[in-house]
């Protein structure tokens, strides 16, 4: 009996080491959403034939209505989403759908090129019903075949050689190559519009993205969706802080081995170090001069140079240019007053060296030159694509003329050019530790960052940072900076210009 | 009729099986020390802070033991010596170099009193008050050298010191696998480390004054 | 448009004001140092005499030139006579009967000038060090051409105020500020940087360009030590390291966090950074407040840099041991919670010995100086690279240093790694004087070719022609053929005399997730104290290499030689001071402890078979 207590009292140590020795830590892939089992649904759509798209919509509602109700919330249909108050008082929804960017500024006029981007089918003007969910296109995202095509100018409509039965049975989880088909290619091809997104991330290796080439992520593993509303912001269409990916989902806020990187963390975004360049594999473009186009210049390149566009610069391996983000952004909206004798600031991020809660990003600037009333003062939205377009007849009055018809902007039959920038904070491209930044690229002389614009004496490794010299709280979160704006408000656009536009 | 002889007391037990299992992982640990190469068990590192880690409970036991010992007199097992103490070894080692063999009756018979003969009295004397001692000393001057090397000094002192600790470890090895195999030369082979764990030796030999005609051998037969 | 002109009064004030601020910052660095007027040997003004600067006189007025002169290791070490040998082998200068302007304008661009050298015109250039942009292959040009009062001049040449035209130096007026001098700004004047003493020590590179690197003599540490200070990683280097897509570390893991040379190896009586050597710190303080004023150092600075413990010379040396050293600035037991006993660690080895696990680039193995290639250059064999070391295509594989024991001073013998260099050279006489690379050439070369009587003894396939692969002493007939050369030449009593010189790395330290962690590396029986070391490729004229005197380590393994002729060293650990466990053992008492078990349980299974043999048969007998 005794000997038994001595056997028992050994397999409670065991027991006991056993656990203390396991204790599991928590690591990244906490973060990641659980996926869930999939659905073959290869042996559904008996007999079905599939004629166009809203036939294949209906056939997913019959199982599928709530998801289809839940996505006529969501921006990805709406292409609107954050709220500002104008200055007459009235809520406006910006998003794709209203705001000019200087690529191909905007998408009023010019909807049956625009909308091919469109999870829905035929958005051809302002006719189109965003409360019909017969409308969804479902198969853009959902598509695993790797077969399903939209018509070119086809307001969304899907192509007609799909075989929308062989596409309808290989539905799942959206891959690279769903959400790609978008977002690489914005801006009208590939690698154009995002330094941090293209091409070489359908197939990544670890070089181009370690998320996606070390560990073959999926866009929602990190862009986790809850009734398909997808998680993530992109600073050029929204003002706020809302619904953001972060880092630190996955990640400790602190997760160096060494202290010295992790005192970085209060002044630098994690993006900074470890985005150490964009465009890795594709070129991407970094101007756009509207002004140019129009000619019949012996250019052969696309990349230099197009009649119906004007005159690019693309750049491979860019080093980022580095400002201050809170999280919050200012955004030119349409029909807004320019001083046309400045550079116009699209978007901008918000936040600068005495704001406890910016950080020091890295961001691809596109600087362009795009059309302006000069009697007006106002940007411009040319109308390109159909018979009168400009891309079809070159006529830049009747294309402006037509384009301010279709978003209500006055236009004086006078027009000019205004250089433009617009500001794309980047968060793909992500490099681990043997690839990131060093310390000496940025604190040496002629390194990455301009310290004296960023608003420091000097390099804060040799002057200190902005605690060291009293630019902010050492205690940020009791102390919250003023020019933050409380995220759910809506947000007035216009005093966010003047406090970051200076 | 079976004897039953309480031989071992509970502190007794737990002192010999504690001793027996730190022993065992030093000497595991130490190969591991001594030939990381060809052992990979607790890691380096891991293999050192458990080397210490058992040094340290070997020594607390031992001066546990050394007072039990003192304080209930058991020390006198170790100590008392019969007046015919060679003829008794001899008797001993002659038992286990042919009588074993012949099925012989073990020479001495153990009894709380007496419970270890000759030839393991003066075995566990030289363990317990040399080998055992030499290895802590050696072992602890060469975790206070590592621990102090400035106050230790020169380190070619930690050479021989290292040195005499390896040939204590080979000779705790000997002993180990001589003193397991000695343990099965009892009544029957694991009657022995059954006294020690239970703490009675079971002695199935009835006694010889009441049954003189049952030879010792039919004893052996019924165990097989 | 029209509020464009409308500025508000305060508000131009305030616009003004940081304006002129702005303006002012520049020149409120300038302050420090005033602006310099060039001055020739005589004191008067380059632009009126139209004469070669000199240092000694532009910069007396402020800095005391003749005390740095006379307290600078750049001037004395070359000055010093066992410092003669400027490389592992190679003929001292002293017994070169062309004398010593020709040794000057041989290695004089390895000299900074002053000392024995300003008596031949080569002035101390305090330019090469100080400013920000040195023109130093202008002034090796000036150098090696023979015109040494010129090299300072030559060294200004990269800011574009003096050019050379028309075979004469011209100083360029316009580059001048109205008082005829130039601003210490556009100078650049400060303590050296990196990159400057780079131009003389080794491969130092903070461009981001893809970092390349080949041995050559100029570029010393990283010649002899395959020592390379850049923070570029290895992984985006422009060198063919093997395996180097996964060496993510920077070349120097201090250079990548900015520490210049200067850091550590600064004046000796800078206040800064001051501190008495090793060996004579009071024990009981950490820092010595009392130090000399700023005014004090700037005016006399002493040019004797804090070193540490150099392999050669350093028992004389009262600076050795003086600079920081890695523990001045880290703190060792917190950072190694995972090793076991870090103070043991730390007492009995150099922190080097882990954080330099592997060189990345070649280092001289051997210099053969008892042949001359056609270059006039000793056979060399580089360590780290099997193929032409000044090639981009070979293939650099990591090789790991050799970890000696050295006299450290008053820290006692420490372990720490090297790069071991061997040469052998030619010696005549009783005493042993060095043949003169003079002498060698006469033996060597007819003209512009080889003797044809060593060609005759040395080509091997008969091409009349003498490869890389025939230019080696490895027959005593080769070895007599040159012998009898030499003897010539009135020459007597010669041989070859092999030379092993363990030089120590210091540079190159890779960050701590690259240092060696694993205790196997030194626990083992294949501990790196045990692991064999090629000396040499072949031995010329079959003689064993001895160690350098004055090395202050010593190597007790055991030398052989391979039947590829090879020549190796393996370190013995049991002839060692340290016991390092795992690698340390007894021979006699583990062979002893092994067989005693296994003889033990083969008694014990031998009485065991006789006891289960005996009680069958005593139950047979019971049964009939």
Not at chain 1, 30 to 41: F, L, N, Q, S
Not at chain 3, 192 to 217: E, K
Not at chain 3, 238 to 248: E, S, Y
Not at chain 3, 364 to 382: G, S
């Amino acid at each position: 009996m005794r000997s038994r207590w001595f056997v028992l009292s050994l397999g409670a140590v065991a027991v006991f080491l056993s656990l203390t020795g396991c204790s599991k830590e928590r690591t990244p892939w906490d973060g990641i959403a659980e996926i869930p089992a999939h659905v073959d649904h290869s042996t559904f759509f008996e007999g079905a034939k599939f004629t166009d798209g809203p036939s294949v919509t209906k056939a997913c509602m019959e199982c599928h209505e709530k998801e289809a109700r839940d996505f006529l919330k969501t921006t990805h249909w709406t292409w609107q989403g954050d709220s500002v108050r104008l200055p007459d008082g009235t809520i406006e929804h910006i998003g794709k759908a209203n705001l000019i960017n200087n690529f191909c500024i905007g998408i009023k006029s010019n909807e049956k090129h625009c909308t091919t981007c469109h999870a829905g089918y035929g958005w051809r003007d302002d006719s189109f019903d965003f409360n019909d969910p017969t409308r969804i296109d479902c198969l853009i995202c959902h598509d695993n075949t790797g077969t399903y095509q939209k018509a070119e100018d086809g307001a969304g409509e899907v192509d007609p050689d799909v075989d929308l039965l062989a596409v309808a049975k290989g539905v799942g989880a959206p891959t690279r190559q769903n959400c790609g088909f978008c977002h690489f290619r914005g801006g009208g091809g590939d690698a154009v519009k995002h330094g941090d997104l293209d091409g070489s991330m359908y197939f990544p290796t670890e070089r181009i993205d370690v998320h996606m080439g070390r560990y073959d992520f999926q866009c929602y593993y990190c862009h986790r969706t809850v009734d398909h509303d997808i998680k993530g912001r992109s600073m050029t269409l929204n003002v706020s802080d809302e619904n953001r990916i972060a880092c630190t989902d996955c990640h400790d806020s602190r997760p160096h081995k060494l202290q010295r990187l992790n005192e970085h963390t209060d002044a630098v975004a994690c993006e900074t170090c470890h985005i150490p360049e964009m465009a890795i594999d594709e070129a991407t473009k970094m101007s756009w001069d509207w002004s140019q186009a129009g000619q019949d210049l012996p250019i052969k390149d696309h990349h230099v140079y197009a009649k119906t566009k004007g005159r690019f610069v693309f750049k491979k391996h860019v080093i980022p240019e580095y400002y201050w983000y809170n999280g919050h952004s200012g955004r030119y909206l349409m029909g807004e007053k320019i001083n046309p004798d400045e550079v116009l600031k699209l978007d901008w991020p918000l936040g600068g060296y005495h704001d406890g809660r910016a950080k020091i990003w890295p961001f691809k600037v596109h600087r362009g030159k795009q059309p302006y009333d000069t009697v007006n003062k106002i940007v411009l939205v040319p109308n390109t694509v159909g018979p009168q377009g400009y891309w079809t007849i070159f006529d830049w009055d009747t294309a402006l003329r037509i384009g301010s018809e279709h978003n209500h902007l006055p236009y004086s039959g006078h027009y000019g050019w205004i250089s433009t920038e617009m500001y794309w904070p980047l968060a793909h491209m992500v490099q681990p530790k043997e690839k990131a930044v060093q310390c000496d690229e940025c604190h040496s002389p002629g390194g990455r960052m301009d310290w004296k614009a960023l608003g420091y004496r000097g390099d804060p490794a040799f002057e200190g940072g902005r605690r060291e010299n009293g630019a902010i709280s050492m205690n940020v979160k009791e102390n919250p900076d003023a020019s933050v704006i409380p995220s759910g408000e809506p947000a007035d656009a216009f005093e966010d210009r003047q406090e970051g536009g200076k | 009729m079976i004897r039953r002889i309480y031989l071992y007391s509970t502190y007794e037990r737990v002192w010999h099986w504690s001793q027996a299992l730190g022993i065992l992982l030093l000497l595991l640990s130490g190969y591991e020390l001594h030939r990381p190469d060809q052992l990979h068990i607790f890691g380096m590192q891991g293999a050192a802070w458990l080397h210490n880690l058992l040094g340290l409970l070997l020594i607390i036991n031992a001066i546990f033991s050394l007072f039990y010992h003192v304080a209930t007199g058991e020390i006198r097992q170790y100590l008392r010596q019969p007046d015919d103490v060679f003829t008794l070894a001899i008797q001993q080692a002659r038992y286990y170099a042919y009588g074993i063999f012949r099925g012989d009756p073990h020479p001495f018979d153990r009894s709380p009193q007496r419970k270890l003969n000759p030839i393991q009295q003066a075995t566990y004397v030289v363990i317990l008050n040399v080998l055992l001692p030499l290895q802590v000393i050696t072992g602890s001057m060469i975790w206070g050298a590592a621990r102090y090397p400035d106050s230790v000094g020169r380190l070619w002192s930690l050479r021989l010191v290292s040195l005499i600790h390896t040939a204590g470890a080979w000779a705790f090895a000997l002993f180990v696998i001589v003193h397991v195999y000695m343990t099965t030369t009892g009544h029957h082979p694991f009657s022995n480390i059954k006294a020690m764990i239970t703490g009675y030796e079971e002695d199935e030999r009835p006694e010889p004054t009441i049954q003189p005609q049952a030879p010792p051998e039919a004893s052996q037969q019924e165990v097989r | 448009m029209a509020r464009r002109g409308a500025f508000s009064a305060p508000g131009a004030i305030i616009l003004l004001t940081l304006l002129l601020l702005l303006a002012a910052m520049p020149t409120a660095a300038a302050a420090l140092h005033p602006d310099v007027e060039l001055l020739d040997a005589d004191g008067n003004n380059v632009l009126d005499s139209g004469g070669p600067v000199s240092p000694m006189q532009t910069c007396n007025g402020c800095h005391d030139t003749d005390f740095i002169a006379a307290h600078s290791d750049h001037i004395q070490a070359l000055d010093r006579p066992q410092h003669a040998r400027l490389a592992p082998g190679q003929p001292s200068y002293a017994a070169d009967p062309a004398g010593y302007v020709r040794w000057l304008k041989a290695y004089g661009t390895m000299h900074v000038g002053g000392g024995d050298a300003a008596k031949a015109g080569l002035d101390l250039d305090c330019f090469l060090c100080h400013t920000v942009r040195p023109d130093v292959e202008a002034r090796n040009r000036e150098i090696t051409d023979g015109r040494f009062r010129w090299a300072a001049t030559a060294t200004l040449s990269g800011l574009g105020v003096v050019e050379k035209t028309g075979g004469s130096w011209q100083w360029k007026r316009a580059s001048f500020n109205e008082d005829a001098a130039l601003s210490a700004d556009f100078l650049g004047i400060g303590a050296p940087t990196s990159t400057a003493c780079g131009a003389c020590h080794g491969t130092v590179d903070f461009s981001r360009a893809p970092l390349t690197s080949f041995p050559d003599p100029s570029n010393w540490n990283t010649y002899l030590r395959g020592e390379i200070y850049s923070p570029q990683r290895l992984a985006d280097s422009g060198m063919n390291i093997q395996g180097k897509d996964h060496l993510g570390r920077p070349f120097d893991v201090h250079a990548e966090r900015m520490v210049s040379c200067s850091n550590c190896h600064h004046a000796q009586n800078d206040p800064a950074s001051f501190r008495s050597a090793q060996e004579r710190r009071l024990g009981r303080l950490h820092t010595d407040v009392r130090r000399p004023s700023i005014g004090d150092f700037l005016e006399t600075p002493d040019h004797r840099l804090a070193r540490g413990w150099t392999s050669f010379g350093a028992a004389d040396d009262p600076f050795a041991g003086s600079m920081r050293r890695c523990e001045d600035c880290h703190e060792v037991e917190s950072s190694h919670t995972w090793l076991p006993y870090p103070k043991l660690h730390m007492a009995a080895m150099d922190c080097e010995s882990c954080h330099i696990p592997r060189v990345t680039a070649p280092a001289l193995q051997e210099a053969d100086w008892t042949v001359l290639t056609p270059e006039r250059q000793p056979r060399r064999v580089f360590r780290g690279v099997d193929g032409p070391a000044d090639s981009p295509a070979t293939l650099i594989t990591p090789w790991r240093p050799l970890l000696l024991e050295r006299f450290e001073g008053g820290r006692g013998e420490r372990i720490s790694p090297f790069s071991l260099v061997t040469s052998w050279r030619w010696v005549s006489g009783p005493k042993g004087e060095d043949v003169s690379q003079e002498e060698l050439n006469q033996a060597w070369f007819e003209g512009d070719d080889y003797a044809p009587s060593i060609v005759a003894a040395l080509d091997a396939n008969q091409d009349h022609q003498l490869s890389p692969d025939e230019l080696v002493l490895d027959t005593p007939t080769k070895v007599d053929v040159v012998r009898k050369r030499l003897e010539g030449l009135g020459l007597k009593d010669l041989r070859i005399v092999g030379e092993m010189e363990p030089y120590g790395l210091h540079h190159g330290v890779a960050p701590g997730s690259y240092a060696q962690s694993d205790c196997q590396a030194c626990h083992g029986r294949g501990s790196q104290f045990r692991r064999a070391t090629q000396v040499a490729s072949v031995l010329p004229g079959g003689v064993e290499p001895a160690l350098a005197a004055g090395s202050g380590s010593h190597m007790d393994g055991h030398f052989w030689k391979d039947q590829d002729g090879r020549y190796w060293y393996q370190g013995e650990i049991q002839q060692s001071s340290v016991y390092v466990l795992g690698a340390s053992y007894d021979p006699i008492i583990d062979f002893l402890g092994k067989w005693l078990i296994v003889l033990t349980l083969l008694v014990v299974a031998f009485h065991a078979l006789l006891r289960f043999l005996g009680a069958r048969r005593n139950q047979r007998e019971v049964q009939s």
